[in-house]
Each structure stands twice: as C-alpha cells, then as structure tokens.
C-alpha cells in the first residue's frame, strides 16, 4: 500500500476513533449505561483497534494488512452495534456508526485500488 492509500486510511481510523470516543462518554452519561454495557465494550475494542492500526500502517510493515483486516472488521462489527441501539441514543449512535461504515469502507477501498482485496473477517 502506497502513502496516500495509508494516509486515507489512517485519517479514517482516527475519525472513527473519535466517533467512538465520543459516542461512549455519552452512553456512559446516559440513563441506558447499564443496559449498552455490550455496546460500550465494542466501541472501546473499535477505538483501540483504529488506534493500533493508525499506528501499525504508518510503519508500512508485514503486519499491516492483517491490523487493516482486523480494523475493517472490527469497524463494520461497531457500526451493526450502534445501529441496533439508535432507538436509544440516535444522535451520536448515528455519527459513530457513519463513521464506522465510512473506515471499514476507506480501508477496504485503498486496499482494492492497490490490487491487495480485503478478505472479510467475520466477527460474531
């Protein structure tokens, strides 16, 4: 992967990240805290993964494209999250899941224009 494929993907880790962040100190000041405790936990996997993997691609190693899979993944898997819980917190559900969608989209994109396709992991 080439440096403007990595810097796109690195900026949408990092927005993700923030859309994470964002999104669990508002569940965690809501009055659903208890019951998005799953939520909470994914959304703090989601940011700790964008964050390896801002760290991990700019590095432009061997384990790049599998820390790219695993965020592709782990993205995807926090946005069907937030989805299922914006009856509750629409707000910064939506914006999280968005930007979720948009990461896993971004990377998965800039590893097709290089001719390196993302195989899809599933995570249950």
Not at 25 to 30: E, I, R, Y
Not at 32 to 58: G, P, R, W
Request: glycine share 4%; with cysteine; proline share 1%.
């Amino acid at each position: 992967m080439g440096w403007k494929e990595l810097k796109i993907c690195a900026e949408a880790c990092a927005a993700c990240s923030l859309a994470c962040g964002y999104c669990v100190t508002a569940l965690l000041k809501s009055e659903y805290a208890e019951k998005l405790k799953n939520c909470t936990a994914v959304l703090l996997e989601c940011i700790a993964i964008c964050e390896a993997t801002v760290a991990v691609a700019s590095l432009n190693g061997i384990f790049g494209e599998q820390q790219c899979r695993l965020c592709i993944a782990a993205c995807n898997k926090c946005a069907e999250v937030c989805e299922a819980h914006m009856q509750w917190e629409a707000a910064h559900c939506k914006t999280c899941a968005d930007a979720c969608r948009h990461c896993a989209d971004t990377c998965e994109d800039a590893f097709n224009t290089v001719g390196n396709p993302v195989i899809s992991v599933n995570i249950q």
